[in-house]
């Protein structure tokens, strides 16, 4: 959940404008000097007022701008970091405010970056090397919206990537803006409701239903009265989101869905809520099916019977009831006092954070405790994710005791058991976490009061939603601690308890994995060129299967020393397959592209939670396994430093 709001991206008159000062920056000023070391670029280099005068295409980005007196402060610095140079921008504190780069090595600028307290919070990418922005990225504090522009207009056309928060946010925006395209454009398109493998029946209801609301956007968001240009989204409302597995009414795959969304707006002090039905996950990115429902009244405003779980057609609940158990002022002024506090939290830093935090709490608490019981589960869970977090990061560890507190109250409470586990399971995670980034942890110690709590949780609450998550935690832990017998029974109890959820499949691959050792490996995936490799077809080599990701440090370091393995024992037959588990296949292949690393790399949706990963049980990386040219498995979890020893002793066998 979002501890405060979203920025909104809306379209502007000045994009072409901006277009052209962004080219002309990257055509001019600064490739006379990219490939240049700092200290002979200096002469060439643009000013640090040229460079903070660019602005994001995408407006309502929240990123730092010294002001007029500061600026003159300012120092550019041509730099070189990870393949890519450029111009970056520092405050007189030392601060990143920008960086512009080459990532190609072409001489021209193809990525400009922005800054929030030394954050990166956005991006506009030049992904095809014309000199023209086609992609952008909101990151960090702003979210996780990434948009694609093939027109390379500055108007994003759709979606490679937003949240379901993000995704009610544009919503709110659209009717905000009165904006059809920016509506459409978060609707499942005609070739992803083939893809989702529904019966031929439900498919066909879903595309009269995708019909309708793209047909009816513009009339709807003309003549409602909720949501005005003063309006703004605050908070997202939803319980959690559940799986459509496959076989149910005829369909081929497991689908990711969430019901009876809606989403707070305030306009002029007053809340009310927009319904916006059913989002259904694609890739990376969620979708909406329907239109927006009840904006002739902020008190009409109720969630829908649902389109998968409760069936089109659905019995609607009572309006009268609801009416009168609407939005009460103490509610609206508390939530309206909450988003003050988030706002304060956005620019607050050090000591100013703890009392905000505190406040935070109080605030959530009390809405809770004044929300009507449909809401109620909804502010609680939000409760224990913000505390949690500020417990995570050190900004006020005495979250720990106030999430204790309502894991006691709801204990107490009758009917209360799964939101309890909810709140404890927060509670554990973020004070592991916090305990392990202590200056003189014990990590050893830690680890070991970790596997105890989560084993004293999943008997506690073996029926909640995390006993699973918590349970594959719990084999991993005791897997690396050499506990291979332990591990095996609570990835078997995952796969008995819950055959078709989520962690199923990856416990059941972890099974696969640990019991490997001396059998014929059976894998094969799609390669980032598009081919499929199977690992039969390797047979008379020794291979080294290496599960890596551009995010992953340890497994970029793997990656040097293997290629060290592979000049030197190539001849011997030794032959390399990466598994890249990035979510993007472009985050893989710009890296590739950049770092010579000449091997087999399969790359498949999903990253961690992907078919490659999930097929060997892969929660953390890098993994790595070793197998013989006969196309059996040596070691499962091989460390990159045993590997030469390994191969030494299984060649000369």
Known sequence: MFNGSPRLSVRGCCRHSQLRRLSRFAKTAVPAALLL???????????????????PIQREVDFDTPGKDDAEKCVIKAEKSDGASGWVVYDNAGQLLRRFLDTNGDNKVDLWCYYKNGVEVYRDVDNDFNGKADQYRWLGTEGIRWGVDRGENGQIEAWKMISPEEATAEVVAALRDRDESRFRRLLLTSEELKNLGLSPETEKELEKKLAAAAAGFKSLAQRQNVVTPQSKWVHFGGSRPGIVPAGVNGSTKDILVYENVSA?????????????????????????????????????AFASGGFFFHGPGAQQPDVAALQEGGVSEELQKLIADLESVNKKLDAAAGAQRPPLREKQAELLEKIADAANE?????????????????VQTGDWPEGEARLASMVKRLDDSSGKTSLAAYVQFRLMTASYAQKYQAPGADYAKIQEEWLKE??????????????????????????????????????????HNDPTGPRAKKAAGALKRLDSVGKTLAFRGTMLDGRTLDLSSLRG???????WATWCEPCKEDMKTLKEMQAKHASKGLTLVGVNLDSQRAD?????????????????????????ANELGVLTLPTMLLIDDQGKVVRRNLHVSELAGELEKGMKK
């Open 37 to 55: 070391a700092a200290q002979s670029a200096e002469a060439a280099k643009p000013s640090a007022a040229a460079a903070l005068a660019l602005t």
């Open 264 to 300: 707070v707006v305030e306009t002029a002090g007053k809340h009310s809520q927009v319904v916006i039905g059913t989002l259904i996950r694609v890739g990376d990115a969620w979708r909406a099916i329907d239109l927006p429902q009840n904006l002739d009244s902020a008190q009409n």
């Open 374 to 390: 449909e809401q109620r589960e909804n502010w609680i869970r939000q409760f224990a994710d913000v505390l949690a977090e500020a």
């Open 454 to 495: 989560l084993e004293s949780f999943v008997n506690k609450y073996p029926e909640s939603d995390d006993a699973s998550e918590a349970m594959i935690q719990l084999a991993l832990g005791l897997e690396f601690a050499g506990k291979d017998d332990e591990a095996r029974k609570f990835y078997e109890r995952i796969v």
């Open 541 to 547: 080599k020794w291979v080294v299967l290496h599960y």
């Open 588 to 612: 893989a292949a710009a890296f590739l592209r950049t770092n010579s690393y000449p091997w087999y790399h399969i790359w498949e949706e999903g990253g961690l939670d992907g078919r490659p």
